[in-house]
């Protein structure tokens, strides 16, 4: 029992370098305008997809499944939640993108649909470390939040301060 507590912090602590070695190349990523993701939620989706694919030919092939009700529950469970995660890091990776000029940002997620903005309609900048994400917010109530993940905020976050915005 005792290995096994090992090994769940081990993987723990390897996924957590990994996410801060994704987000340090993000902040190194020179775009020149753009915002997109780089390759982590698509390396996410693939690695979902392949253990949904695991989880459904268990199902399909290993008839010890259907023994019991818990066993059967859980391995249905396990195959909605890596396909759903799956499915959701692919429109992660396809669907969020921006552009960013020293005028105005354009932005667009599945999530929160278009947004354009300028600039100068900028009230205020936040970054929630929780999240690991700025929160632009505009005069027009308009929210824009950018993610550390995402390729090019380091350069829309040059921009702000620029223009005079502190950001810590």
Do not use: N
């Amino acid at each position: 029992m005792g290995y096994r507590i090992f090994v769940y912090l081990a993987l723990g602590v390897l996924v957590g370098l990994i996410f801060t070695a994704f987000q340090q190349s993000a902040r190194r990523k020179i775009t020149e305008g753009t915002i997109q993701h780089g390759p982590l939620p698509l390396i996410m989706a693939w690695f979902c997809t392949f253990f949904a694919g695991v989880f459904v030919w268990i199902f399909i092939f290993d008839d010890s499944v259907f023994a019991s009700m818990s066993s059967m529950v859980l391995l249905i469970s396990l195959m909605i939640l890596f396909a759903g995660f799956a499915w959701w890091s692919f429109v992660e990776y396809y669907k969020v993108r921006g552009t960013f000029d020293y005028d105005r940002i354009k932005f667009h997620t599945p999530w929160t649909g278009s947004k354009h903005e300028l600039w100068d309609d900028l009230i205020s900048v936040e970054y929630v470390d929780s999240m690991s994400w700025y929160t632009l917010k505009f005069e027009s109530g308009v929210i824009i939040r950018i993610s550390e993940y995402l390729q090019g905020h380091a350069e829309v976050i040059e921009i702000l301060q620029s223009r005079g915005f502190d950001i810590e």
